[in-house]
């Protein structure tokens, strides 16, 4: 291993400019004349819009324009879209709603934008936006997802507000499987709806310019290639050529930056209307109002064990809440991301789920960190846990009985695990964390009043998103494939192009690790192009932990076609047989021989031609490959949680976390880790404190930082990490990925931590103090009312 | 943020003849509450007046019977002062817990009570030891001075200048924190000097600070967690929202009385 | 419309701006100093961390004419020409960051933590310090890493 190769702790290269306040995220970026966007956007979760009067605000100061969906519609800007088609038990296709990016008619939503005001600057905005008068017709509303289907109906497309109901698996054989079981599990669990709340609030700047005819976009974009795509092809914004959409950076996404939303698609319409560069940047408030949001599954699962304490079937039930209108992909996210991961760890040969997905009055919600597989992984790890306890068994001992100990396994529902060793990674954790000395801990705890408790996760995940042709017959709108570009210089330094973005992954150093190991030149001979149409070939950006094991899987191609070409060079320059020529540490050589060439000499040959029949061999050194995916890829691994409960307050503490993963081979293990901390930061947000509350009204009450509880330093203890390793065998450089995996895996090792303290299975997440208290009380009375 | 004009008076008589003249003024402080609500538009003064630059407004002063803390002190600044630890190190630890260490070096005691936030901490301590706000015009005892959720005895042109507390043999302060913003989501202050005895709860109250009378009673007998035993107080009239029922918070009122009670005892000496 | 001069990172700056213009406004929009962030509007999340007359500030909840005189240090002022801080040095030798919208704040409010409680920091303190700054991507474990071992390279 080089110091900077494949595997090395290198520190970031990306660093430089960010610990120096030389960042340029979208905010940062100002075009010469550009004004300012304010939203203007709907009090009332569901409304008929009668009408908008602007003209007090269009008199107004500094103002622009005052535009509404009338006008977008006038203007044939067309609609957003969701691009992953799902089909009902039934065969009808899902009921995708019309999602104009400024309403015309009603609202479905706190938040949905109305109007937009384009002036000089942004207070001359805000204060015309004041003059604005909606004529609002209030109807009833509904957010809670369970209550959906008997509510007033939202979208004319979706009777009882139902976008589709879709199943997976073999429902007669799950049913006789419970039928014949010798112990039933059963588990009714709230996913709670969650805000993304990347640090960095979203942001568009369009730029129109009349002498070419052409926009560009800077954004907060995860994928500005999709981006470009959907405004170009759906929405009819300009031809793709004609757009250049520029994601710089971008100051996390966590999912939440994938999407299509309206705010850019306006910005853009409005900077060719009033001729003018436009720029937008999301308050946090509005961030809250606007911004999709992610979870919100409710559940009813059932779990059949024979006597062995065998599983033998699993029969799953949810409800998903889509929000008002279905964004970018959110129809996947309850399907094809979750249910294919109902099998976990274990060897179920049964497997049924239903889902209904349904429309609210409550912003769209669309893929948040791990997407749909945080939802599986909380199903089975509830149910394994509960299961455990009621069979009076061990929990990791019911776990080793049911782990899948063979691959390739193939599951009931779609996915075949490659390469795993779930055995392994249990183990080392249960070492790591002393799970032996937990009873010494929890007696230790209990002499000064407080209750403690461990929870295991073991988790699968599916990643590498994904092989084209297996989404495509899933119903994805696009392939899942990943493209890069290596450019060699004169000089032997390396640009590399790739169509993921980096929005705190670290690309730049680990992109170049792979360059510098494959090349053997310095990691600061390379520099990592990614998020700009104009520059990058086609790329599908970076999320479900797939930039590792699709994108740097594209670049290897792309190696493998520079060093094939370089060969040739060399053998011509040093006259000798093609076949003759080996490349190893940065070097040619001429096998058998002391006759040499460095990198740096064949890139100058390469672009001086004088020394090769460039009739033959083309002059250059700049290679492409697009790299699609043969399977998903399989991280895997063990979280162990122990918590403690103060028995007066019901504080929770999380004060140990264990985690050992399996991500296949390791680029840079310093960032990997960087990644699982952030994951499980996130996870224990979701399962302790982070509540996304609506009233019956479809007011946001948790609209803010004063009400949202964003997860602090003092939440945590220190994380232990570590790794196994199974190499995935399906790409070339056996990498799983990893940034969803601690965001999987944490909300269950949480939750089976605090029922394990409480000894009651009855609590949802958010376990916040109050609702840990509540579940004390009722233990409490309950063991009241029994003596 | 809507327009206004600021004024930086040097004196406090400029500064009350300034929020006589307009009636929208608003006095900024450290501003941590005020611009937070201008920037949302929830509030919109006419004009701001700058108290940072009027002499004699900060500064701890510990005579043997009272601390007096000007009303511009910076919550560090009464949070490390020495002096007031040596002599009651439970009223040092209010503006310790208050927000974090940016707000901290801003925010100010005159600010957080004329503001009478009703999740806020400081009023708890003011209420707790029978604090007297004093003002440009006249002392105001704190038992007549909250009136509310951010109403307080002050006219529109009376500013606090300083803030005096007795000096109490034994007091303490416990904090449940809200998980989000950091405020009370109930805060207890307990203090007992001679005779007197007081409990103040913040965060609770539908109608901001309110003393317990039931709870005192029963620390006059003993002034011991174990008085408090057994004693519940009434989730009527206390605040609910999503992050704790009225129930809880009225659970939470004893558990942090019976903590403060025994945080006093062990801080301030022994038992007696 | 009135005219504010201050220092900023050393350098004397006069400015002519709307009185609601917030410090974080005045230095992003009229200084191009783009490194203070915002990432809130309820001056929780510290992105827009910065130090005035020497201590840490939110600079988005105060406003530009109340730094009038004053001594303003962003994130931009902190390396003593190319050579870096010790404490943005330790933010990347120990990963304390990874998207580095919130870092520019949490290197500001890390400094500050170091000039009020000294060099050798426990990790609870750093923990319970860096309450008004907020991360959502590393879970803080690295950044108290960084923040611990940047403190005691403080000392020089």
Same mark, same amino acid.
Request: aromatic share 6%; with cysteine; glycine share 10%.
């Given at each position: 291993?080089?110091?900077?190769?494949?595997?090395?702790?290198?520190?970031?290269?990306?660093?430089?400019?960010?610990?120096?306040?030389?960042?340029?995220?979208?905010?940062?970026?100002?075009?010469?004349?550009?004004?300012?966007?304010?939203?203007?956007?709907?009090?009332?979760?569901?409304?008929?819009?009668?009408?908008?009067?602007?003209?007090?605000?269009?008199?107004?100061?500094?103002?622009?324009?005052?535009?509404?969906?009338?006008?977008?519609?006038?203007?044939?800007?067309?609609?957003?879209?969701?691009?992953?088609?799902?089909?009902?038990?039934?065969?009808?296709?899902?009921?995708?709603?019309?999602?104009?990016?400024?309403?015309?008619?009603?609202?479905?939503?706190?938040?949905?934008?109305?109007?937009?005001?384009?002036?000089?600057?942004?207070?001359?905005?805000?204060?015309?936006?004041?003059?604005?008068?909606?004529?609002?017709?209030?109807?009833?509303?509904?957010?809670?997802?369970?209550?959906?289907?008997?509510?007033?109906?939202?979208?004319?497309?979706?009777?009882?507000?139902?976008?589709?109901?879709?199943?997976?698996?073999?429902?007669?054989?799950?049913?006789?499987?419970?039928?014949?079981?010798?112990?039933?599990?059963?588990?009714?669990?709230?996913?709670?709806?969650?805000?993304? %709340?990347?640090?960095?609030?979203?942001?568009?700047?369009?730029?129109?310019?009349?002498?070419?005819?052409?926009?560009?976009?800077?954004?907060?974009?995860?994928?500005?290639?999709?981006?470009?795509?959907?405004?170009?092809?759906?929405?009819?914004?300009?031809?793709?050529?004609?757009?250049?959409?520029?994601?710089?950076?971008?100051?996390?996404?966590?999912?939440?930056?994938?999407?299509?939303?309206?705010?850019?698609?306006?910005?853009?319409?409005?900077?060719?209307?009033?001729?003018?560069?436009?720029?937008?940047?999301?308050?946090?408030?509005?961030?809250?109002?606007?911004?999709?949001?992610?979870?919100?599954?409710?559940?009813?699962?059932?779990?059949?064990?024979?006597?062995?304490?065998?599983?033998?079937?699993?029969?799953?039930?949810?409800?998903?809440?889509?929000?008002?209108?279905?964004?970018?992909?959110?129809?996947?996210?309850?399907?094809?991301?979750?249910?294919?991961?109902?099998?976990?760890?274990?060897?179920?040969?049964?497997?049924?789920?239903?889902?209904?997905?349904?429309?609210?009055?409550?912003?769209?919600?669309?893929?948040?960190?791990?997407?749909?597989?945080?939802?599986?992984?909380?199903?089975?790890?509830?149910?394994?846990?509960?299961?455990?306890?009621?069979?009076?068994?061990?929990?990791?001992?019911?776990?080793?009985?049911?782990?899948?100990?063979?691959?390739?396994?193939?599951?009931?529902?779609?996915?075949?695990?490659?390469?795993?060793?779930?055995?392994?990674?249990?183990?080392?954790?249960?070492?790591?964390?002393?799970?032996?000395?937990?009873?010494?801990?929890?007696?230790?705890?209990?002499?000064?009043?407080?209750?403690?408790?461990?929870?295991?996760?073991?988790?699968?995940?599916?990643?590498?998103?994904?092989?084209?042709?297996?989404?495509?017959?899933?119903?994805?709108?696009?392939?899942?494939?990943?493209?890069?570009?290596?450019?060699?210089?004169?000089?032997?330094?390396?640009?590399?192009?790739?169509?993921?973005?980096?929005?705190?992954?670290?690309?730049?150093?680990?992109?170049? &690790?792979?360059?510098?190991?494959?090349?053997?030149?310095?990691?600061?001979?390379?520099?990592?192009?990614?998020?700009?149409?104009?520059?990058?070939?086609?790329?599908?950006?970076?999320?479900?932990?797939?930039?590792?094991?699709?994108?740097?899987?594209?670049?290897?191609?792309?190696?493998?076609?520079?060093?094939?070409?370089?060969?040739?060079?060399?053998?011509?320059?040093?006259?000798?047989?093609?076949?003759?020529?080996?490349?190893?540490?940065?070097?040619?050589?001429?096998?058998?021989?002391?006759?040499?060439?460095?990198?740096?000499?064949?890139?100058?040959?390469?672009?001086?031609?004088?020394?090769?029949?460039?009739?033959?061999?083309?002059?250059?050194?700049?290679?492409?490959?697009?790299?699609?995916?043969?399977?998903?890829?399989?991280?895997?691994?063990?979280?162990?949680?122990?918590?403690?409960?103060?028995?007066?307050?019901?504080?929770?503490?999380?004060?140990?976390?264990?985690?050992?993963?399996?991500?296949?081979?390791?680029?840079?293990?310093?960032?990997?880790?960087?990644?699982?901390?952030?994951?499980?930061?996130?996870?224990?947000?979701?399962?302790?404190?982070?509540?996304?509350?609506?009233?019956?009204?479809? &007011?946001?009450?948790?609209?803010?930082?004063?009400?949202?509880?964003?997860?602090?330093?003092?939440?945590?203890?220190?994380?232990?990490?570590?790794?196994?390793?199974?190499?995935?065998?399906?790409?070339?450089?056996?990498?799983?990925?990893?940034?969803?995996?601690?965001?999987?895996?944490?909300?269950?090792?949480?939750? %089976?931590?605090?029922?394990?303290?409480?000894?009651?299975?009855?609590?949802?997440?958010?376990?916040?103090?109050?609702?840990?208290?509540?579940?004390?009380?009722?233990?409490?009375? %309950?063991?009241?009312?029994?003596? | 943020?809507?327009?206004?004009?600021?004024?930086?008076?040097?004196?406090?008589?400029?500064?009350?003849?300034?929020?006589?003249?307009?009636?929208?003024?608003?006095?900024?402080?450290? =501003?941590?509450?005020?611009?937070?609500?201008?920037?949302?538009?929830? +509030?919109?003064?006419?004009?701001?007046?700058?108290?940072?630059?009027?002499?004699?407004?900060?500064?701890?002063?510990?005579?043997?019977?009272?601390?007096?803390?000007?009303?511009?002190?910076?919550?560090?600044?009464?949070?490390?002062?020495?002096?007031?630890?040596?002599?009651?190190?439970?009223?040092?630890?209010?503006? =310790?817990?208050?927000?974090?260490?940016?707000?901290?070096?801003? =925010?100010?005691?005159?600010?957080?009570?004329?503001?009478?936030?009703?999740?806020?901490?400081?009023?708890?301590?003011?209420?707790?030891?029978?604090?007297?706000?004093?003002?440009?015009?006249?002392?105001?005892? +704190?038992?007549?001075?909250?009136?509310?959720?951010?109403?307080?005895?002050?006219?529109?042109?009376?500013?606090?200048?300083?803030?005096?507390?007795?000096?109490?043999?034994?007091?303490?302060?416990?904090?449940?924190?809200?998980?989000?913003? =950091?405020?009370?989501?109930?805060?207890?202050?307990?203090?007992?000097?001679?005779?007197?005895?007081?409990?103040?709860?913040?965060?609770?109250?539908?109608?901001?600070?309110?003393?317990?009378?039931?709870?005192?009673?029963?620390?006059?007998?003993?002034?011991?967690?174990?008085?408090?035993?057994?004693?519940?107080?009434?989730?009527?009239?206390?605040?609910?929202?999503?992050?704790?029922?009225?129930?809880?918070? +009225?659970?939470?009122?004893?558990?942090?009385?019976?903590?403060?009670?025994?945080?006093?005892?062990?801080?301030?000496?022994?038992?007696? | 419309?009135?005219?504010?001069?201050?220092?900023?990172?050393?350098?004397?700056?006069?400015?002519?701006?709307?009185? *609601?213009?917030?410090?974080?406004?005045?230095? *992003?929009?009229?200084?191009?100093?783009?490194?203070?962030?915002?990432?809130?509007?309820?001056?929780?999340?510290?992105?827009?961390?910065?130090?005035?007359?020497?201590?840490?500030?939110?600079?988005?909840?105060?406003?530009?004419?109340?730094?009038?005189?004053?001594?303003?240090?962003?994130?931009?002022?902190?390396?003593?020409?190319?050579?870096?801080?010790?404490?943005?040095?330790?933010? *990347? #030798?120990?990963?304390?960051?990874?998207?580095?919208?919130?870092?520019?704040?949490?290197?500001?409010?890390?400094?500050?933590?170091?000039?009020?409680?000294?060099?050798?920091?426990?990790?609870?303190?750093?923990?319970?310090?860096? #309450?008004?700054?907020?991360?959502?991507?590393?879970?803080?474990?690295?950044?108290?890493?960084?923040?611990?071992?940047?403190? *005691?390279?403080?000392?020089?």
């Amino acid at each position: 291993m080089s110091a900077t190769g494949i595997g090395a702790a290198v520190r970031r290269k990306e660093d430089q400019r960010f610990i120096t306040g030389k960042g340029h995220y979208t905010d940062d970026v100002s075009r010469p004349g550009q004004t300012f966007a304010y939203f203007v956007r709907s009090p009332h979760a569901h409304a008929k819009l009668h009408s908008i009067d602007v003209k007090a605000a269009a008199a107004m100061p500094g103002i622009l324009a005052v535009l509404t969906g009338q006008d977008l519609a006038g203007d044939k800007i067309g609609n957003l879209i969701c691009g992953w088609m799902i089909h009902s038990k039934d065969g009808s296709p899902m009921k995708m709603a019309p999602h104009p990016a400024l309403a015309a008619t009603k609202v479905c939503y706190v938040g949905d934008p109305v109007a937009v005001v384009i002036a000089e600057t942004l207070a001359q905005a805000k204060d015309a936006a004041e003059k604005i008068a909606v004529d609002y017709e209030v109807l009833s509303a509904v957010t809670d997802p369970a209550k959906a289907k008997s509510a007033a109906q939202i979208h004319d497309v979706a009777p009882k507000n139902t976008i589709y109901e879709w199943h997976l698996g073999d429902s007669k054989a799950t049913d006789a499987a419970l039928a014949a079981a010798k112990h039933i599990t059963r588990i009714d669990l709230t996913n709670n709806r969650l805000v993304p %709340n990347a640090m960095e609030p979203r942001a568009a700047l369009a730029e129109y310019d009349s002498g070419t005819d052409s926009l560009t976009l800077w954004n907060t974009s995860q994928n500005p290639h999709v981006a470009r795509l959907v405004i170009s092809a759906f929405v009819g914004m300009a031809p793709e050529h004609k757009l250049r959409v520029i994601a710089p950076d971008v100051g996390g996404g966590f999912g939440s930056k994938i999407f299509i939303y309206p705010e850019e698609v306006v910005c853009l319409w409005a900077a060719r209307r009033v001729g003018r560069p436009v720029k937008w940047t999301s308050d946090r408030s509005e961030a809250f109002l606007a911004d999709a949001h992610g979870r919100d599954h409710v559940t009813h699962a059932e779990m059949a064990f024979d006597g062995d304490g065998k599983i033998t079937a699993l029969k799953v039930k949810t409800i998903a809440n889509l929000g008002g209108y279905m964004s970018t992909f959110s129809s996947s996210v309850p399907t094809y991301l979750y249910a294919t991961l109902l099998s976990g760890q274990y060897a179920i040969p049964n497997i049924y789920c239903e889902v209904d997905a349904v429309y609210t009055n409550t912003v769209p919600v669309d893929a948040y960190r791990g997407a749909g597989r945080p939802e599986a992984t909380f199903v089975v790890e509830r149910l394994v846990e509960v299961g455990a306890r009621e069979l009076g068994l061990d929990p990791a001992e019911l776990r080793k009985r049911n782990f899948i100990k063979s691959f390739p396994h193939q599951t009931p529902v779609i996915m075949a695990y490659d390469a795993g060793d779930y055995l392994a990674s249990l183990k080392k954790a249960m070492e790591l964390a002393d799970v032996k000395g937990f009873g010494r801990r929890k007696r230790d705890a209990a002499r000064h009043g407080k209750l403690r408790g461990l929870g295991y996760s073991t988790y699968i995940e599916a990643c590498g998103i994904a092989p084209s042709q297996a989404v495509g017959s899933l119903g994805a709108g696009v392939g899942l494939w990943e493209s890069a570009e290596v450019r060699v210089n004169p000089t032997g330094s390396v640009e590399v192009l790739t169509g993921c973005h980096q929005h705190g992954q670290g690309h730049e150093t680990t992109f170049a &690790q792979l360059v510098s190991e494959r090349l053997g030149i310095s990691i600061d001979q390379v520099s990592i192009v990614h998020g700009d149409t104009d520059k990058v070939q086609f790329g599908m950006g970076t999320y479900g932990s797939r930039s590792g094991a699709v994108g740097m899987s594209a670049i290897v191609k792309a190696l493998d076609k520079v060093e094939a070409k370089a060969k040739k060079i060399a053998a011509h320059v040093m006259e000798a047989a093609e076949g003759d020529i080996e490349f190893r540490d940065g070097k040619f050589t001429v096998a058998g021989t002391d006759k040499s060439m460095a990198f740096g000499e064949v890139a100058l040959a390469a672009y001086v031609g004088h020394k090769f029949p460039t009739q033959e061999i083309e002059p250059g050194l700049k290679e492409g490959a697009f790299y699609d995916p043969t399977n998903f890829t399989f991280p895997a691994g063990c979280h162990i949680c122990e918590i403690e409960i103060d028995q007066e307050t019901g504080e929770t503490e999380v004060v140990s976390w264990t985690a050992v993963d399996d991500f296949g081979t390791l680029i840079n293990p310093m960032i990997v880790e960087g990644q699982v901390h952030g994951g499980i930061a996130q996870g224990v947000g979701q399962a302790m404190i982070e509540q996304t509350v609506y009233d019956k009204d479809g &007011q946001l009450l948790s609209g803010s930082y004063m009400d949202y509880a964003m997860p602090r330093a003092h939440n945590f203890p220190a994380f232990k990490v570590d790794t196994t390793e199974t190499k995935c065998p399906s790409n070339p450089l056996g990498i799983k990925g990893c940034g969803e995996a601690g965001a999987i895996a944490a909300p269950a090792a949480v939750m %089976n931590a605090i029922t394990d303290a409480l000894g009651t299975e009855k609590i949802e997440m958010p376990a916040t103090s109050m609702a840990v208290w509540r579940a004390l009380q009722t233990m409490n009375r %309950n063991q009241v009312a029994a003596e | 943020m809507y327009a206004f004009k600021f004024e930086r008076p040097t004196t406090v008589r400029q500064a009350v003849n300034l929020l006589a003249k307009n009636e929208e003024g608003k006095l900024l402080a450290g =501003g941590h509450s005020l611009i937070p609500v201008m920037k949302l538009r929830l +509030a919109s003064p006419s004009v701001l007046i700058d108290l940072s630059k009027v002499e004699g407004l900060s500064g701890v002063e510990v005579t043997p019977r009272s601390v007096v803390i000007g009303a511009m002190t910076k919550h560090k600044d009464v949070a490390n002062s020495k002096e007031l630890q040596a002599v009651m190190p439970g009223l040092a630890a209010v503006p =310790g817990s208050i927000g974090d260490p940016h707000v901290r070096q801003v =925010g100010t005691i005159g600010g957080s009570l004329a503001n009478n936030d009703p999740n806020a901490d400081y009023p708890a301590a003011t209420l707790g030891l029978g604090a007297t706000i004093i003002t440009s015009k006249r002392k105001i005892p +704190a038992d007549a001075y909250f009136k509310g959720m951010f109403e307080t005895a002050l006219e529109p042109d009376e500013i606090i200048t300083k803030v005096s507390f007795p000096i109490a043999k034994k007091a303490a302060y416990q904090k449940f924190k809200h998980p989000a913003s =950091g405020f009370a989501l109930v805060g207890v202050f307990v203090s007992k000097r001679g005779s007197e005895i007081r409990v103040a709860v913040t965060g609770a109250g539908a109608n901001g600070v309110f003393r317990v009378p039931s709870f005192e009673e029963a620390l006059k007998k003993r002034f011991s967690p174990k008085s408090l035993e057994g004693l519940t107080h009434t989730a009527a009239g206390l605040n609910s929202d999503i992050h704790a029922s009225a129930e809880y918070r +009225a659970h939470l009122i004893g558990v942090m009385a019976r903590r403060a009670v025994a945080a006093a005892n062990e801080k301030g000496g022994a038992e007696d | 419309m009135l005219p504010v001069s201050m220092t900023v990172n050393g350098k004397a700056v006069t400015a002519t701006v709307d009185p *609601r213009t917030l410090l974080v406004q005045y230095l *992003r929009d009229n200084l191009r100093l783009t490194g203070t962030h915002v990432g809130c509007d309820t001056s929780q999340c510290g992105a827009c961390v910065v130090h005035v007359d020497g201590a840490a500030r939110k600079s988005c909840t105060m406003f530009a004419w109340q730094a009038e005189g004053a001594k303003v240090t962003t994130i931009e002022g902190v390396a003593n020409g190319e050579k870096l801080h010790p404490m943005q040095e330790a933010f *990347r #030798e120990h990963h304390g960051l990874q998207c580095g919208y919130c870092t520019p704040g949490m290197i500001m409010s890390a400094i500050d933590m170091v000039n009020r409680k000294g060099n050798d920091l426990d990790d609870n303190t750093i923990r319970h310090e860096l #309450e008004g700054n907020l991360c959502r991507c590393t879970g803080y474990h690295n950044i108290v890493k960084a923040i611990s071992a940047g403190a *005691r390279a403080m000392k020089g």
